[in-house]
C-alpha cells in the first residue's frame, strides 16, 4: 500500500498541530511549508479540506493559523486515510465495469488484496493521532516543532 502525497501531506499536517497543541500562537501554513518544503498553495487545500472535515479549526488574517478542533485523543488515523485517499483500488479488477483480466474468472488475487487492505485500514483504526507524536517534554514545551536536519536552509 502506499498512501498518496495529499494524504501524506493531510497527516504532517495534522501531527505538526498536534506537536504544537501547548503554543499560545495557532500553527500558519507558512510555517508547516517552510519546515516540509511543499507547496503554500498546495498546503491551502489540505487545510481546507482538513477543516472541512472537521480535524481543524483555521483562522484568517493576523494573528491567524489553525488548530485541531479537537483532542489529538479524538482523531483516528483510519477515518483520516480513509476521507483523504482517493480511492483503494489496487488493481484493475477491483472495478468490475472496467476489469479486462482474462484471468478473473479462476482469481483468487482480488480476495486476497481485498483482506490485506482490510487489514491495514484496521491497524489505521487502532491508531490516534496523539499516538504519532512523542510526549512532550518540559523542555520541547519552549522550543517550536523542530524542522528536519534534511529540510534545514543552510
Not at 511543499?38 to 494573528?63: D, F, M, N, P, Y
Not at 481485498?114 to 484496521?122: D, E, I, K, P, V
Not at 490516534?128 to 510526549?135: E, G, R, S
Not at 512532550?136 to 523542530?146: D, E, G, I, Q, R
Request: net charge positive; proline share 3%.
Amino acid at each position: 500500500m502506499r498512501l498518496t502525497q495529499w494524504t501524506d501531506y493531510s497527516l504532517r499536517v495534522l501531527m505538526y498541530c498536534a506537536a504544537c497543541e501547548h503554543r499560545a500562537a495557532p500553527v500558519t501554513i507558512t510555517e508547516i511549508a517552510d519546515s516540509h518544503a511543499i507547496s503554500r498553495s498546495h498546503l491551502t487545500k489540505i487545510v481546507h479540506q482538513l477543516g472541512a472535515h472537521g480535524w481543524l479549526e483555521t483562522t484568517r488574517g493576523r494573528g491567524g493559523g489553525m488548530r485541531l478542533c479537537r483532542p489529538a485523543t479524538q482523531i483516528n488515523i483510519g477515518d483520516v486515510v480513509r476521507q483523504t485517499e482517493t480511492d483503494f483500488m489496487m488493481v484493475e479488477c477491483f472495478d468490475g465495469g472496467s476489469n479486462q483480466c482474462g484471468l478473473s474468472p479462476q482469481c483468487r488475487l482480488k480476495g486476497v488484496l481485498q483482506q490485506a487492505t482490510r487489514s491495514y485500514l484496521s491497524v489505521l483504526d487502532g491508531v490516534t493521532l496523539d499516538q504519532l507524536i512523542a510526549p512532550v517534554t518540559s523542555k520541547a514545551k519552549s522550543a517550536k516543532v523542530a524542522m528536519p536536519a534534511s529540510r534545514k536552509k543552510a
